[in-house]
């Protein structure tokens, strides 16, 4: 196509950032934004901790631990070591080099910076090219419900390893960043993905801001999603059981209609390729399985063209 094109993704963690990662390597320079979940975030140690930020500016610039899927690779740990021998909490693993990052934003955030502006300055500094777009300027943490009670989201994903049984789920209602509206609004936008993070725990709490789901709704651009599942199962993390939890069948026409209303096509694995009949919208049947840059890159190159089809069908 001609022009240019931009692509707003919607992301979480590790596997949304995955896709972040080959959509910012497929596209022009710049043309990437991607509105990142802050529903994990959370304050640690006095620190402002944003895992699926971290995740996307570790991944973008190529500094993430692939094995780990979060912090930094070649990572050391004496300021964990030290915390454990002076009786500190340590159930949240702060490697020493990851550590800078947190420190870092906080001193940006008290010296008056918003966390958009924050994260920008950071990941110009990390030579990203995409835009990084906290959701939202404000906290507007996840509550998981369970049938003890509600907990923060850290304290269920990563203290409780996900074991508690999800009820239900509570999103914030921050207002959206100034910076996410109008990439949503730029005329410029020719599509928008939902990368595979998890759509009740990462990409709900985007979803959730008032008027966000609206803004998707009004844009001209089509809207894709890339399903989590692959073979019926979630390729890392909960999904897979916090659907069961949620009395969901474990499908993509589950996923599908998740989305409802809001997608314009749903890409879904190879070895879904059978679901592909019965979901009533446009699909498209690709390896979504991400083991490695060039596959990631493949994927994206893939939706990007899955979005081209939708633009021109419409
Ligand atoms: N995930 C873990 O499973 N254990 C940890 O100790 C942990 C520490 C951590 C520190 C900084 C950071 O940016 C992320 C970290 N994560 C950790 C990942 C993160 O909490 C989750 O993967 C996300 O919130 C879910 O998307």
């Keep these: 196509m001609s022009g240019p094109r931009k692509i707003v993704a919607l992301s979480g963690g590790v596997g949304g950032a995955k896709l972040a990662f080959g959509l910012d390597r497929a596209l022009p320079a710049g043309a990437l934004s991607v509105i990142v979940n802050t529903g994990d975030d ?7 901790i944003s895992p699926d930020i971290d995740t996307l500016l570790y991944t973008l610039s190529g500094l993430n631990d692939t094995r780990r899927g979060w912090g930094r690779a070649g990572e050391s740990w004496a300021f964990m070591e030290t915390l454990r021998e002076l009786g500190g909490e340590d159930w949240f693993q702060l490697g020493d080099r990851d550590l800078a990052l947190h420190v870092l934003r906080g001193a940006m955030l008290a010296s008056g910076q918003d966390l958009t ?16 777009l906290p959701m939202s300027d404000a906290p507007s943490p996840t509550l998981v419900e369970t049938p003890d009670g509600a907990l923060e989201f850290q304290r269920y994903f990563v203290e409780q390893r996900c074991a508690p049984v999800v009820t239900g789920l509570r999103h914030g209602a921050a207002a959206p960043s100034p ?3 109008a990439a949503l609004a730029d005329p410029a936008l020719a599509g928008i993905v939902i990368c595979p993070s998890n759509p009740w725990l990462s990409i709900d709490p985007i979803l959730a801001l008032p008027g966000l789901s609206e803004a998707l709704r009004a844009s001209s651009a089509p809207v894709v999603a890339v399903s989590p599942l692959v073979g019926g199962q979630a390729v890392k993390g909960p999904t897979a059981k916090i659907m069961a939890e949620l009395g969901l069948p474990v499908t993509n026409a589950s996923i599908a209609a998740h989305y409802a209303g809001l997608i314009d096509g749903l890409v879904i694995d190879r070895a879904d390729a059978g ?3 019965a979901l009533p919208l446009p699909v498209a049947v690709e390896e979504t399985l991400m083991t490695d840059d060039a596959r990631k890159i493949a994927l994206a190159g893939r939706v990007l063209g899955f979005l081209d089809t939708l633009r021109e069908g419409a």
């Design 117 to 132: 502006q924050v994260t920008a300055a950071l990941a110009a500094r990390m030579g990203i090219a995409a835009k990084v």
């Design 42 to 48: 959370f304050t640690h140690l006095g620190l402002p």
């Design 275 to 277: 679901d592909a009949g």
């Design 179 to 181: 910076a996410v509206l």
